[in-house]
């Protein structure tokens, strides 16, 4: 069975970066046909994806924020990671990470919640 | 940007049918969308209902069903129960490689 787990600081101060990693077990990211995507949701809002990364280490990002969003691999540790720069009170949600498919079945970890404040 | 529209709310009374879209602020939504459907309740992760415009996920009751109708993805429940009262999310697969969440339905059983 495919699991992940977001992990990460809880609390992020303002204009610094939020750094979050996703361990992905049963399952390896270096598979073809998946991507590993960060989907994040405001308190008392919708959905809104990020960004995701192909297992090949190609990246598509939301326009929206792609000037602060970095997604990496390392597959050496079956994890993957977001970086989202110069954060305010808007960024606070909470994060989800997921593998993503065309044509195959979605899996979500289970989401973290960080707080962006001084 | 493209925005995907869904119907702000929606009730449905227990044991009935209803349909739930998913459409493009322009445009059609088709097959090659890879329309997806979620289900999540408070303080939960989102449930993977539908993949790939009808593909039901696993452990989904088949009561559950997506399809394209007309120009708009739709998820249709049949035989509404007291535990269907949800938000349901749609999300479209652009040819840029970019994903794009629609609002959100919250769903009523009453």
């Known amino acids: 069975q495919v699991q992940l787990q977001e992990s990460g600081p809880g609390l992020v101060k303002p204009s610094e970066t939020l750094s979050l990693t996703c361990t992905v077990s049963?399952?390896?990211?270096?598979?073809?046909?998946?991507?590993w995507g960060w989907i994040r949701q405001p308190p008392g809002k919708g959905l809104e994806w990020i960004g995701n990364i192909y297992y090949s280490g190609t990246t598509y990002y939301n326009p929206s924020l792609k000037s602060r969003v970095t997604i990496s691999l390392d597959m050496s540790k079956n994890q993957f990671s977001l970086q989202l720069s110069s954060v305010t009170a808007a960024d606070t949600a909470v994060y989800y990470c997921a593998r993503l498919s065309l044509w195959l079945e979605d899996y979500w970890g289970q989401g973290t919640l960080v707080s962006v404040a001084s | 940007q493209t925005v995907v529209t869904q119907e702000p709310s929606f009730s449905v009374s227990p044991g009935g049918t209803v349909t739930l879209t998913c459409g493009l602020s322009?445009?059609?939504?088709?097959?090659?969308?890879?329309p997806s459907w979620y289900q999540q309740t408070p303080g939960q992760a989102p449930r993977t209902l539908i993949y790939?415009?009808?593909s039901r996920s696993s452990g989904v009751p088949d009561r559950f069903s997506g399809s394209i109708l007309g120009n708009k993805a739709a998820l249709t429940i049949r035989g509404a129960q007291a535990d269907d009262e949800s938000h349901y999310y749609c999300?479209?697969?652009?040819?840029?490689?970019?994903?794009?969440f629609g609002g959100g339905t919250k769903l009523t059983v009453l």
């Open positions: 049963g399952a390896s990211i270096s598979s073809s046909g998946y991507y």
């Open positions: 790939s415009t009808n």
């Open positions: 999300v479209l697969y652009m040819d840029s490689g970019i994903w794009v």
């Open positions: 322009s445009g059609s939504v088709s097959p090659s969308y890879h």
